[in-house]
Structures are given as C-alpha cells and as structure tokens.
C-alpha cells in the first residue's frame, strides 16, 4: 500500500456505459494527477491538479471527465469509451504543485471497453 | 517520451550489476527521478537527484549524473530476480508542473 488508493482495481465497460474511477490519499499532498498508460505506449499525462485547481488539462477527449472535490480525492468519470480507451490508468499525488520530491503512484485502475 | 530516452530492455544475471541509462534533452532539469514499475502495480519512486549533486547512493542503488552530457543512470548492484521491473526515467524543470516520463527499461534479471 503507497499511500495512494485506486478504485477499482479492475473494470470492465461497455462503450455506452458511465463509470468512475477514484482515488485517494491521505499524504497531505496538494497535487494529483491521472496518467494513462497503455502497452508499447509511454506513460500520458491526461490532468494536474494543485489545491484542487486543475492546472493542466493534456488535450484528453472529452468523454474523459475529472473531478477533485478536495485535495484528499481525485475521480476520472468515464462516459462513451472507445476500445482504444482501454488501459492501465494511474492516478498520483506530490507533495507540492510539482512534484520537486517525486510522486506517489497509486496501483492503478486497469479498464478494459468492450 | 522523445524528452527523456531511455534503451527498452536490458538483461543480467542474478548477482551481477545492472546499468540503466538515461538522456534528457532539457539542460534546465532540476530535478531527476527512477521509478519502478511490478507486473499489476503503480510506479514507486525508488531515488531522486538534484541537478546540482553528480552523485547519489542509497544502499544497492547508486545514481549517476553527468550534466554536461545530460545523461543519467541508475546501477544496482549484486542484482536479485526481485528487482525485474521496469525502470523510468523522469526529470522535471523548476517551475514545472509536471515530470516528464521516459518510456521504461524492462530489466530482466536471469537465475
């Protein structure tokens, strides 16, 4: 366990389907951030957010829809994925707005759409 | 990331040394990170360096960092079949938002 909690671990949706993805750490950090991480892919950065103000969004669909309702909590709402879509997504915090010390990774979400 | 480059895949023998490199292309990153990734986890930050240090150890870890040539890398030594992984690259620029990522050496670690 890092630190940094994902839910679920595992999820399987249909391309009409809505889901979430969550989140959470109580590190006391102030930034988090989802990454996609697909195979033979590198690692994409989708969004930052730093005291609960997104700060960058990486041009990411819109059926892809963050939400950080306090800097404890970090969710990804899904809606109208495409099988390209499917991936390991990882969700991670740093201790300040840039991650001078590094981030904590949680164990990631692996989503599969059918 | 074309960023950060990094070889994909390198093999050892249990017990030996492994050397993982690394080349950056911005001469302003302040800060440089390996991370290691297990089958079915997150990446776990493993050692972080300063711009400013050309050298860090911490236990079998030793990082490496010359930036004249930009290059960094990352050497374990008396390597276990535990530490099979991949390795990431990151650096990130003070004032960044972010860390940029490079795309991972797989290491294979033989019996």
């Known amino acids: 366990e890092t630190g940094v909690t994902q839910t679920p671990r595992h999820l399987v949706m249909g391309m009409t389907n809505k889901k979430s993805l969550k989140c959470e750490q109580h590190l006391g950090h102030n930034a988090m951030y989802w990454y996609k991480q697909s195979a033979k892919k590198p690692l994409e950065l989708m969004f930052v957010y730093s005291l609960e103000e997104r700060v960058e969004n990486n041009s990411v669909p819109s059926r892809f829809s963050p939400e950080c309702p306090n800097s404890s909590h970090l969710f990804l709402h899904l809606h109208t994925l495409q099988p390209e879509d499917s991936a390991l997504y990882l969700c991670a915090s740093s201790q300040d707005g840039g991650g001078d010390y590094g981030y904590t990774f949680g164990s990631g979400t692996r989503l599969t759409v059918v | 990331g074309e960023d950060v480059e990094q070889s994909l895949f390198l093999s050892v023998r249990e017990g030996d040394s492994s050397v993982i490199n690394c080349t950056y292309t911005?001469?302003?990153?302040?800060?440089l990170y390996w991370y290691k990734q297990e089958p079915g986890a997150g990446l776990q930050l493993l050692t972080y360096i300063f711009s400013n240090m050309d050298m860090k150890q911490d236990q079998r870890l030793t990082v490496l960092l010359n930036k004249k040539d930009k290059h960094l890398s990352l050497r374990i030594a008396d390597t276990q079949t535990g530490d099979s992984a991949i390795y990431f690259c990151?650096?990130?620029?003070?004032?960044?938002?972010?860390?940029?990522f490079g795309d991972g050496t797989t290491l294979t670690v033989k019996p």
């Open positions: 990151a650096e990130r620029r003070t004032n960044a938002g972010k860390s940029t």
């Open positions: 911005d001469s302003s990153s302040t800060y």
